[in-house]
C-alpha cells in the first residue's frame, strides 16, 4: 500500500499534469486521490493557482469531508470526488476540468458515441453527456453515478468533465484522452456526421488494448 506521502506526490502530479496538458487555467479544476484502508483524501486547495503549489498544499480530509490536515480549505468540488469515492469501490482517483473542446460538447448536450478506434481503447463505450444539475447537496455526484458507464469520464451538460481511474495518474490519462477525442470529434462535426463504431469493433479494440498492449509487467496508465 502506497504511504500518504506517495499519494500526496501522485495527487500533486495529478493537478499539475492537468494544468501542463491545458485542461485547465489558473485555479479552475482540481485532482484527488484516496486511501481507501486509511480512509483518507487527499485534493487540491480552493482557488490555488497551480503554478504556485506544492504537495504540502494538498488538503487531507476524511471521507464525510472533514479536513484532517492542511492550513487550506479543500477544492468545493470535494463533495463530488466523495460521492464517487463512495459509490464506485474500483475508483483511487478523480478528477474535474472545463476541458475545452468536451465542454463544448457539453453545452449542446452532446455525448461521445464510440465513433475512434481510441475512444474504443480507452473507453470502452461513449462517453455520456449528463443533463445539467445544479450544485446543491450531492446532485452532480448522483449525475455522475446514474449516467456514468463502461467509460471512465463523463460530460456534465452546461458545466464541464469528470474522469476517474484507480489511480490519480489513471484519472489524469483519462481526462487528457478525454479532450483528445473531443477535439477530433468537435472538428468532425464541422465537416459532417460521423459514424461511431459497431458494438463487436468496439469491443475488439477494447479487448486488445486491456490485454496485450504495452509491456509485460507494466501497468497502464
Not at 5 to 10: A, I, K, P
Not at 48 to 62: E, L, S
Amino acid at each position: 500500500m502506497p504511504s500518504l506521502e506517495q499519494l500526496r506526490r501522485d495527487v500533486y502530479e495529478a493537478n499539475i499534469g492537468v494544468y501542463r496538458s491545458g485542461l485547465v487555467t489558473m485555479h479552475s479544476g482540481n485532482a484527488s486521490g484516496i486511501d481507501r484502508k486509511r480512509g483518507i483524501v487527499l485534493i487540491k486547495p480552493s482557488g490555488m493557482d497551480y503554478d504556485r503549489m506544492k504537495p504540502a498544499d494538498m488538503v487531507m480530509t476524511d471521507l464525510e469531508g472533514r479536513k484532517l490536515k492542511g492550513k487550506w480549505n479543500p477544492s468545493v468540488d470535494l463533495p463530488e470526488h466523495l460521492y464517487i469515492y463512495k459509490h464506485c469501490p474500483e475508483v483511487g482517483g478523480v478528477i474535474h476540468t472545463h476541458s475545452n473542446y468536451a465542454t463544448s460538447l457539453g453545452l449542446l448536450g452532446k455525448p461521445i458515441p464510440a465513433y475512434l478506434t481510441a475512444i474504443a481503447d480507452e473507453f470502452g463505450d461513449g462517453i455520456p453527456c449528463a443533463p445539467y444539475v445544479d450544485n446543491q447537496a450531492d446532485h452532480i455526484g448522483q449525475a455522475i453515478v446514474r449516467y456514468k458507464n463502461k467509460a471512465p469520464a463523463i460530460i456534465m451538460a452546461n458545466h464541464g468533465t469528470f474522469a476517474w481511474g484507480p489511480t490519480p495518474r489513471a484519472a489524469l490519462k483519462a481526462a487528457v484522452m478525454l479532450e483528445d477525442v473531443s477535439k477530433t470529434v468537435h472538428l468532425a462535426l464541422l465537416l459532417g456526421k460521423p459514424k461511431s463504431l459497431p458494438p463487436h469493433e468496439v469491443k475488439k479494440w477494447w479487448d486488445r488494448y486491456h490485454s496485450w498492449y504495452g509491456q509485460p509487467g507494466k501497468i497502464k496508465q
